[in-house]
């Protein structure tokens, strides 16, 4: 499968479970009211795990980084929002082709004390340009 293939199926997970894709590429932090809960950017970064063929080609993983925006008017919301947050983790490493992350998800604060933050990055499917 290639790179949008990938992206359709998390983009899948992402919409079924209630996320909206934040317009033009912006990230959840400078994204409009209407984005800032469950609000996502979902980018291609990279290569992971590049080999090298004899017959010039190579394979590799894809990179990808996945942000997204939660808004917490109350304290329980902002727990309430972090097992939202564990929860997508969890199936978006159910997604075949699913690899590894290549960082520990992060949850965090940003601006103030009502918006947070939920980041990763992981590796998914297997690309050839043999």
Known sequence: MSWS??????????TNN??????????PDSASSNFKHKGYTLQWIGFGGVNYLSSDGMDYM??????????????DLRDINAQL???LTLLIKDIAGFHSFTSDPAFTDYGDSF????????????????
Do not use: M, Q, R
């Open 18 to 27: 209630g996320y909206a894709e934040i317009p033009e590429n912006k990230l």
């Open 62 to 75: 894809n990179k990808v980084k996945l942000e997204i925006g939660y808004a917490n008017k109350t304290p």
């Open 85 to 87: 947050f564990i929860s």
């Open 115 to 130: 918006h947070t933050k939920g980041v990763f990055e992981f590796l998914i499917g297997v690309e050839c340009s043999c």
């Open 5 to 14: 293939d990938y992206d359709a199926l998390i983009t899948t997970v992402l």
